[in-house]
């Protein structure tokens, strides 16, 4: 099949490249013409597991292009896959300015021949219909003499589209895997032609032909109404979101009763019903879906008159997380003013080089504002060279430079390599060996041995 993804981030990019390598024709489409340059090199302008290799197979096989003209995707493409970024606007509204463009220029470019047009960008319920009508504006501006024609959201007989919401689910680090091993496919329309071409499309991933485990039965499709495919995203994210809120205030109260929240999570989780994923309590959760997504969940609840007073209570919970190991520290090393901190970890998870809304940005800003001096070492971002939002910290490019003179370490972010680390080492040059595990990741015992003092959260 003929596939045009628009916009090449995480989730563009992931998309394409594996429709590609699945067997499709792939035209990917980026107005950030430095992005489809390095792209066209077989370079990822992000870092994601396993993609960079797919990447160049698919160029090599002639099964992926890149390029910044929108008309060429849209010409070539039976399917148009809308994968923009959907940002916050300070009030926590999305702002769909980016989608917009496309929608538009869609239009603009839109001739003969069927199209599916896919929103696989997380949109505000009611985005689907919109884009439609986007389209239709942009058509009309080619071609007044069609306004009448396409009066009333009908469409002229050439101009045969159909819009689905393809909500995408993927985790970064992991987004190759999770694209070729989804737990479930969403598809949002009301038109059967164009979910029959949905179904071809992701075919070989619904039968499994490139999972981890072939033998698994097929992958579970649920077609829905266009409005419901666009709140079954934003439900899921504000779920795992509230879902991680839930135990890190358990992990706040196990705190002060003297319980241990790994234990209590473990004990939860073995529960078939509430189960043991996204319990991990700690910094609370960052990135650039779960804030944004839940905050515009409550802004269109707002909207249609609703106070979604558990989701607000979710991330108030997660921003006052964010400053609990603050209180940690001070409470080990009283003022802080002048002492050294170092941070294991900026990214806001591991297997990504994404700073967006990362707890430690905020870690830094108040530390920073107490007067204490912040190190950082990250495996990614100390290689990278990104320093954007990281002007207060310095970053160092290895481990004993990151403790030297420290008057606590912070682990972070839980990066497996920080598991294996020579803590007895660290401890040398360190000014006094204290480490608050922010994620719980760390051996407690084998630290404390080593004549750490370990603080964890609720832990
Ligand atoms: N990042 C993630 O892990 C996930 C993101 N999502 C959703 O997917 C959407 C995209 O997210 P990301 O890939 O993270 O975004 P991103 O911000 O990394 O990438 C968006 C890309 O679109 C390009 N772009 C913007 N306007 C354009 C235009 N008019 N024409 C062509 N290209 C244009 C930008 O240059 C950029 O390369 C968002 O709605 C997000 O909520 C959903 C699931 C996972
Ligand atoms: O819409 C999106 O963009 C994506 O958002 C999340 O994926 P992602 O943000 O990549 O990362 P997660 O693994 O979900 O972690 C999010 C945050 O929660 C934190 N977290 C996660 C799990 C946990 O138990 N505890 C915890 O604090 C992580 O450290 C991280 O800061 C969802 O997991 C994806 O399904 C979704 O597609």
């Known amino acids: 099949m003929r596939v045009c993804v628009i916009g090449t981030g995480y989730v563009g990019l992931v998309t394409g490249v594996c429709l590609a390598h699945i067997g499709h024709e792939v035209i990917c489409i980026d107005n950030n013409i430095d992005k489809v340059k390095l792209l066209q090199q077989g370079e990822s ?3 994601e597991p396993g993609l960079t290799e797919l990447l160049r197979g698919c160029i090599a096989s002639g099964h992926i292009r890149f390029s910044s003209d929108l008309g060429t995707g ?11 970024g959907t940002p916050a606007l300070p009030n926590g509204e999305t702002d769909t300015r980016y989608v917009e463009a496309v929608a538009r220029g869609i239009g603009a470019h ?12 997380t949109v505000p319920i009611g985005s689907g219909d919109w884009v439609r009508m986007i389209i239709l ?13 396409l009066k009333g959201g009908g469409t002229h007989p050439p101009l045969d589209f159909d819009v689905v919401s393809n909500p995408e689910f993927l985790r970064e680090g992991s987004a190759v895997y999770d694209t070729f091993n989804p737990d479930r496919i969403v598809l949002g329309s009301s038109s059967r032609r164009a979910i029959q071409i949905m179904q071809e499309l992701y075919g070989p991933i619904i039968e499994r032909k490139y999972a981890a485990d072939p033998t698994l039965p097929p992958v579970p499709v649920l077609v829905t109404d266009l409005s419901s495919a666009e709140m079954i995203k934003y439900a ?18 196990c705190d002060r009763v003297g319980a241990d929240v790994v234990q209590v999570a473990k004990g939860m989780g073995l529960d078939s019903r509430i189960g043991e994923k996204f319990l991990q309590a700690g910094l609370g959760w960052g990135g650039s879906c779960f804030p944004k997504d839940v905050s515009a969940l409550i802004h269109t609840a707002a909207d249609y008159g609703y106070d979604a007073q558990l989701l607000k209570a979710a991330v108030q919970v997660n921003q006052r997380q964010r400053f ?8 080990v090393l009283k ?11 900026l990214t806001f998870k591991p297997n990504t080089d994404d700073l967006r809304d990362a707890p430690a940005l905020n870690l830094i800003e108040e530390l920073h504002r107490l007067g204490a001096k912040v190190k950082a070492y990250d495996p990614l971002v100390s290689q990278s060279g990104l320093r954007s939002g990281l002007s207060h910290v310095i970053v160092e490019t290895d481990l004993l430079h990151l403790a030297d003179g420290c008057d606590a370490l912070v682990l ?30 760390l051996d407690r015992k084998g630290l404390e041995s080593l004549g750490f003092r370990y603080v964890g959260m609720g832990h």
């Open 45 to 47: 302008p992000i870092y």
């Open 74 to 84: 849209v010409e070539f493409g039976e399917v148009l896959f809308i994968a923009v």
């Open 110 to 121: 839109l001739h003969l021949g069927y199209k599916v047009i896919v929103n696989k960008s």
């Open 137 to 149: 504006d942009g058509v009309v501006e080619r071609e007044p003499d069609l306004a009448d024609a």
């Open 236 to 253: 899921a994210n504000a779920f795992l979101a509230t879902k991680i809120s839930f135990i890190n205030e358990i992990a706040n109260i």
């Open 324 to 331: 609990i190991v603050i209180e940690k520290l001070q409470q």
């Open 335 to 345: 003022i802080l003013k002048g002492k050294t901190i170092g941070l294991l970890g």
């Open 412 to 441: 972070v972010t839980d990066w497996p390599q920080f598991q294996e680390v020579d803590y007895g080492e660290l401890a040398k040059v360190m000014h006094q060996p204290v480490i608050i595990d922010g994620r719980n990741f």
